[in-house]
Nanobody, 125 residues
Framework: QVQLVESGGGLVQPGGSLRLSCAASGRTFNSYTMAWFRQAPGKEREFVAAIAWRSSNTYYSESVKGRFAISRDYIKDTAYLQMNSLKPEDTAVYYC??????????????????WGKGTLVTVSS
């Protein structure tokens, strides 16, 4: 059974940085795509970024392009989301998700097969 466990959330000032981690287990992920979503209070969950495990091809939402970077450690089975130049509007619970397949694009919530429980990121002075 696939398990995804996020870590690295916390409180950060505007303009600061955080790195989120998603530890994956339960199978080999060579044919999977990993993604990060976020959900702000009172809003729907939205796509942030995705990475194909095998090729490392990536895709970003327009709202984070140039500020966030998704990556993965092939040996540790861990995906990362490096978040720079954080803004108050980035405040949300961030979720790691996975789906089988090699395509990388802007995924919908229903596209993903597996989810972590989330980690809270608060951007505030």
């Amino acid at each position: 059974q696939v398990q995804l466990v996020e870590s690295g959330g916390g409180l950060v000032q505007p303009g600061g940085s955080l790195r989120l981690s998603c530890a994956a287990s339960g199978r080999t992920f060579n044919s999977y795509t990993m993604a990060w979503f976020r959900q702000a209070p009172g809003k729907e969950r939205e796509f942030v970024a995705a990475i194909a495990w095998r090729s490392s091809n990536t895709y970003y939402s327009e709202s984070v392009k140039g500020r966030f970077a998704i990556s993965r450690d092939y040996i540790k089975d861990t995906a990362y989301l490096q978040m720079n130049s954080l803004k108050p509007e980035d405040t949300a619970v961030y979720y790691c998700a996975a789906r089988s397949g090699y395509y990388v694009g802007k995924y919908a919530v229903d596209d993903m097969n597996h989810w972590g429980k989330g980690t809270l990121v608060t951007v505030s002075s």
